[in-house]
């Protein structure tokens, strides 16, 4: 007799994580499945982050989203790149953004063809040849479809977290999950097998498939099942974050603003309703007060809850998959939201559970093999464009000083070193940060290449600065004929004000 197939699938927690995972559940899993999610109201979540890389736009589309009624529901914005403020030096700031920069020639990548014209005095910054990073610090903002002279915009979001969770929430009930109100009190398991979750007044979950969406304790795959647990705090130390929103106020900017501070770095990301704020610092370095302070004095309006205090690690678990248990969020592992890349990762993960998807108990030990060795991959490759941030750097503070002087991952060092000697970029194809992303960051900090590739010596230095020229003017054309940021947002996704 073959083996019931795998039927119900038990999701052990709400939030961000744990509502992306049902809403995809409910779309992608084929009929016959019964979907439940497990959540209290009683424990807060985390809220994994209001700022999105543009993956998001695929998750939502493939789930029917239309773009601006999610916006309006979540009081979301536009997001066109990340800036990053006194990273490499105090005074000096630079755009990670999502689109392209200029363009390729014959064989040779943009970044070359700026790097000799830089070295010979005709480049502006490498920025400047970038619709997206020019629309971005003119506070544009349009759905341009591209064309032959210049490519689209390339967008993502930023959005209230809790909002988003509630937002798929509705869709996913919709659709028939069930949503079981309780807090997990026990977990039984038959070895690596989980059977059910027993809730705190006796009530039983039983399952055969168990997402692990209970945030930093990661109770189905940490505590239940031992998941071991990799420390990167010797790369990434900062292991607090103060966070508050406060009222809009200053620029309503289509980006998100990371500005390096004394022992860590505050992020501000501007929604409809108000500003995200946060402090991310090493508590050996700054005491909770001083980062505290120090985030009260750098927001754009006033406070709007109280400030509080979360505490993390960075590090990944040892396996996110074991036996019928696959942990997803702040349950598989953490990275600082640097490069806003928290709700990516569920996002990812999502994908992965549903790519390897197992139709029987017996098939899951080589599939979750297959998951595990993905996603640690997955992490370390974020990992080290998140360390490249701190290693590159000539900031005068103790903290700053210690993450330069600091030795990297190996493979990191062989990418500074080569991008630094060559212009030279090496990526694995799957990888999520591309050549360009490490191109940005890389020059952004201050690791302008030392020479250029050969073949960019194949134009005249009059042509050079005329190709340059092209791109210049065909960007200013552009960004001058986009409507404003809040202009656009107002007219197409407007989102619903509070009651004062």
Request: some cysteine; overall charge negative; hydrophobic content about 45%.
């Amino acid at each position: 007799m073959s083996p019931a197939p795998l039927r119900q699938l038990v999701i052990a927690g709400g939030g961000t994580a744990g509502w992306m995972t049902a809403a995809a559940a409910t779309r992608f899993l084929e009929r016959g499945w019964q979907i439940t999610l497990v959540e209290s109201d009683a424990i807060g979540t985390v809220g994994v982050g209001e700022a999105t890389i543009p993956q998001i736009r695929l998750f939502n589309a493939g789930l029917g989203i239309d773009e601006n009624e999610f916006l309006a529901a979540t009081q979301g914005s536009f997001k066109l790149g990340i800036e990053f403020v006194d990273w490499w030096q105090p005074g000096q700031r630079y755009m990670h953004n999502f689109g392209e920069v200029g363009r390729a020639l014959g064989l040779v990548p943009f970044h070359h063809w700026w790097a000799r014209a830089r070295a010979e005095g005709q480049a502006r910054d490498f920025g400047h040849y970038s619709l997206n990073e020019r629309a971005a610090r003119a506070h544009r903002f349009d759905r341009l479809a591209g064309d032959a002279t210049l490519p689209p915009l390339v967008w993502a979001y930023h959005f209230d977290a809790g909002l988003y969770a509630a937002y798929l929430r509705r869709r996913a009930e919709a659709r028939g999950v069930v949503r079981v109100e309780g807090r997990i009190a026990r977990v039984e398991r038959e070895g690596e097998t989980i059977t059910t979750l027993v809730l705190d007044d006796g009530r039983r979950i039983a399952g055969d498939l168990f997402v692990d969406c209970s945030g930093f304790r990661s109770l189905l795959i940490g505590e239940a099942l031992g998941s071991g647990w990799h420390d990167w705090s010797h790369w990434l130390p900062c292991d607090r974050a103060v966070a508050v929103p406060c009222a809009n106020g200053g620029d309503f900017t289509p980006y998100t603003r990371a500005t390096a501070r004394p022992a860590g770095w505050q992020w501000r990301i501007p929604l409809q309703h108000r500003i995200g704020n946060g402090h991310v610092f090493s508590s050996a370095h700054m005491s909770e007060d001083e980062a505290t302070a120090i985030l009260m004095r750098n927001l754009d309006g006033e406070p709007l809850a109280e400030p509080r205090t979360l505490a993390f690690q960075a590090g990944r678990r040892d396996r996110v998959w074991i036996g019928n248990c696959y942990a997803l969020g702040l349950a598989a592992g953490f990275l600082e939201p640097l490069e806003s890349t928290s709700i990516h990762l569920i996002q990812s993960g999502i994908a992965r559970l549903l790519g390897l998807l197992p139709g029987e108990p017996a098939g899951m030990a080589v599939l979750a093999a297959e998951a595990n060795r993905e996603a640690a991959r997955e992490m370390e490759w974020i990992r080290d464009f998140i360390i490249l941030h701190y290693k590159a750097n000539q900031r005068p503070d103790p903290f700053w000083r210690a993450a330069a002087a600091m030795a990297v991952p190996p493979e990191l060092a062989e990418r500074m070193a080569l991008f630094a000697a060559t212009g030279r970029i090496r990526r694995d194809h799957d990888e999520l940060f591309t050549d360009l992303a490490w191109s940005q960051v890389m020059i952004g900090q201050g690791l302008t290449p030392a020479t250029h590739h050969p073949l960019a010596d194949g134009l005249s230095a009059g042509d050079l600065g005329g190709f340059l020229g092209l791109i210049d003017r065909a960007i200013s054309g552009a960004v001058t004929a986009l409507p404003g940021h809040a202009d656009f947002l107002a007219r197409h996704c407007p989102a619903p004000r509070k009651a004062a």
